[in-house]
């Protein structure tokens, strides 16, 4: 299993980086980690989502398109 990027796109979180691992066993659960820290939160839900504020996480490749978008609107 690995780690993926995921991010927060919430104003709160603003875009705040996650490391995202799905269980292998368990459908719908998660653990989700800070990319600084050791202890990741696991998440039952399905679709990964933010510890702090309760968002969905997207992956970074969407939250980079998203970015672009939140750039034009600025
Ligand atoms: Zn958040």
Same mark, same amino acid.
């Given at each position: 299993?690995?780690?993926?990027?995921?991010?927060?796109?919430?104003?709160?979180?603003?875009?705040?980086?996650?490391?995202?691992?799905?269980?292998? %066993?368990?459908?719908?659960?998660?653990?989700?980690?800070?990319?600084?820290?050791?202890?990741?939160?696991?998440?039952?839900?399905?679709?990964?989502?933010?510890?702090?504020?309760?968002?969905?996480? %997207?992956? %970074?490749?969407?939250?980079?398109?998203?970015?672009? %978008?939140?750039?034009?609107?600025?």
């Amino acid at each position: 299993m690995a780690w993926e990027t995921y991010a927060c796109i919430n104003d709160t979180c603003k875009g705040r980086p996650w490391c995202v691992q799905r269980d292998e %066993v368990i459908p719908d659960l998660w653990y989700v980690a800070p990319p600084a820290g050791w202890q990741s939160f696991t998440i039952a839900a399905a679709e990964p989502i933010c510890p702090l504020c309760g968002s969905s996480l %997207v992956a %970074v490749l969407e939250f980079e398109e998203h970015a672009h %978008v939140v750039k034009r609107k600025a």
